[in-house]
């Protein structure tokens, strides 16, 4: 059984997906970009802070679905600038100071919105 996850703490969907769905006890959170989400807007600024917020947004998903950052099994990282890696992995790692999920990162050509940083996830309820 799969169950929808949803949350007005964080970004609405702006296409033809949930922000998060639940199956057989993992999360599968959908790729998150520097969207505000009291406004609905993309948040411009510095490579870090749209990694932040890019990461606060997962928070809330994942929180809605009972489960925190720490839940996190696998991550992936689509940047449209592989330059900016060392300022990303910053901003990354001190929101899993011990036990990092599993990761993948990748450059990409675009973007939603021409975001520079996209993130997507998957976390275990255990």
Request: charged share 20%; net charge positive; proline share 6%.
């Amino acid at each position: 059984m799969k169950k929808i996850v949803r949350t007005s703490d964080a970004p609405q969907a702006i296409g033809p997906y949930s922000q998060a769905v639940e199956a057989g006890g993992m999360v599968f959170v959908s790729g998150q970009i520097p969207i505000d989400p009291k406004t609905g807007n993309l948040v411009l600024g510095n490579i870090k802070t749209q990694t932040k917020l890019v990461l606060e947004n997962a928070r809330a998903i994942l929180a809605a679905a009972g489960c925190t950052l720490s839940n996190i099994v696998k991550s992936t990282i689509y940047l449209k600038n592989m330059a900016d890696f060392a300022a990303v992995n910053e901003v990354y790692g001190g929101y899993f100071p011990t036990d990092p999920p599993a990761r993948a990162t990748v450059e990409v050509s675009r973007l939603p919105k021409d975001a520079a940083v996209e993130m997507d996830f998957i976390a275990w309820k255990g």
